[in-house]
């Protein structure tokens, strides 16, 4: 179990834990939240032991084993899944003593304690989580400092997820992956055997892989039961009945006065004055919680809208090295309100198609027409390590309006969420949320007609994700994002163009769709690995092809179980939420605040049961379909 104790931590004066106080039992899935700036990952760097706490103290039982993923990636000549491998400095330890060992004693020590910590399989571990994460066979064979810093990223991850520590901490671990890099981990954290502590603002990943949100706000640490959806929902329910009790409060505190101020003077009523004056000091006033408002995200209409299409992509072309192109066949068009998420594997060219959408690269055949005056605002993740480390958002805004006054100025400043001493503030001082919702700005200060956003809601908390949300939904113009958050996309995006085998075509179909797609393809390669292609199968006797069938129908005969099993569990616990639901409808449930208590952990747990049986469902689903399509 992970206890913080009544941790205290100071920067520069100001408290930026206060109080903290949690316990998380082993095992648990959680995610930590908070606003940017909150103080979440200094709570990592404070378990971990990279910093002291000014009071309290952090408990983590003996022989436990702490583990996150480093700062620094590797850059070296060791291939990917050597270097994977050589983390399990134990493991390699005993492989290198094992090829010079004499003592027979010894070599039957150092074997057995391979054996007990599973050292032989762990190739293949290491193998499937590098897969997951985005790399085949091939790329694991090449060597680390072959790859970009974000493709590194993901190895130092697959490696302290091949080590399996006692307590895994994981600090955005969704910044450097694709969609299906999401997808794989949201499933991997919910089956990992030990306790797991990540940092989020994935609204889909924290309610599918956890099943605990750890709320940090304001120094103090609270533990909510179920999903971030629960929380929310726990939180504002929280927060009703604390205004109402303040509410309450604050009546019998007028009701006290008034007494005190009619009877103080009376001598019969001097006495019962006097304990009401003592039972006013006692009262301690109840603190209605209130949240901080989140400024808003505001993207500036076009000044004229342009018919469609906006762009027309005809057979083009595009790549970076005269005759090797990545994209071909490209035949698409950009309508004036259209909002399209590109989807695909990291590395099949999505961000490629986004820089010749944007003007960023010129087709190599074939050609992109435009529209009559459009104009185009490109948003990327690695713009932001290119804004000037010494200017500042004033420096930014006084370049592009160099003729306004420094009021018109800090007020497009004040606009953006800037406030006087954070528009003075060096860009090389801002913090990643503030650094991406800048370069947003800096997107959209002309008013494009088409917005392409790659990767927008790195860094950004999840109320910011939520305004550019409603920001996006109010752009009267065309947007194309690029996006690992399925939330954003789900809450945005009216079209889907999947980026695969080497063009872009339209995908029919929606997020689930896509998954289930994933999981099957998955499922099929794996098969295949592992020598179960049936395309490779000889002719078989009519006699023999319907014994093949009857095994067949034995084999898909659990998955079809299985699958129907999760469907009456979904619809059991749909039953029962509705119940509960029904029951929090009632005014009079919340006339006793621990009933409404009662009631609303029992919906996050009933929550939770049915993220669990959905994914078993989609799962078992995938499995059956890739079963059944094998043997077609």
Known sequence: MLHVNDLTYRIEGRPILSGATCAIPSGHKVGLVGRNGAGKTTLFKLIIGDLSPDDGAISIPRGLKVGHVAQEAPGGADSLIEWVLSQDTERAALLAEAETAADPHRIAAIHERLGDIDAHSAPSRAAQILAGLGFDEEAQARACREFSGGWRMRVALAAILFLEPDILLLDEPTNYLDLEGTLWLETYLRTYPHTVVIISHDRDLLNRAVGHILHLDRGKLTLYAGGYDDFEEARREKQRLETKLARRQEEERARIEAFIIRFKAKASKA????????????????????????????LPAPQKLL??????????????????????????NVDQDD????????GNGKSTFAKLLAGRLQPMTGQVLGAQRVSVGYFAQHQLDDLNP?????DQIAALMPDAT??????????????HDKADT??????????????????????????ILDEPTNHLDVDSREALIQALNDFPGAVILISHDRHLIEACVD????????????????????????????????AQREGANPAAAPKIARVDQRREAAARRAETAPL????????????????????????????????????AQKLSIARADVSRQMAVAEEAWLTASAALEAVEAGAS
């Not at 009456?568 to 009933?595: C, S, V, W």
């Open 271 to 298: 006495t019962q004055a006097q304990s009401r004056i003592k039972a006013l000091a006692r009262m301690k006033p109840i603190a209605a919680q209130v949240d901080e408002s989140v400024v808003p995200i505001r």
């Open 307 to 332: 018919a469609s299409p906006l762009l027309k992509i005809e057979d083009a072309a595009v790549g970076y090295e005269p005759g090797a192109p990545i994209l071909t066949r490209l035949n698409l």
């Open 339 to 346: 909002r399209i998420a590109l989807l695909g594997q990291n």
């Open 390 to 394: 010494g200017w500042s958002p004033y």
């Open 406 to 419: 420094e009021a018109q100025k800090r007020t497009r400043l004040g606009s953006w969420g800037f406030s």
């Open 426 to 451: 060096k860009a090389s001082n801002l913090s990643g949320g503030e650094k991406a919702r800048l370069l947003l700005a800096l997107t959209a200060f002309h008013a494009p007609h088409l917005l």
């Open 495 to 526: 079209r889907l163009w999947l980026v695969k085998g080497g063009t872009v075509r339209s995908f029919d179909g929606d997020l689930d769709g896509y998954r289930a797609d994933l999981l099957a393809e998955r499922g099929r390669a794996r």
């Open 560 to 595: 079809r179980r299985a699958v129907q099993t999760a469907e009456k569990e979904l619809e059991k616990l749909t039953a029962k939420r509705a119940e509960i639901d029904a029951a929090l409808a009632d005014p009079r449930a919340y006339d006793d605040p621990g009933k």
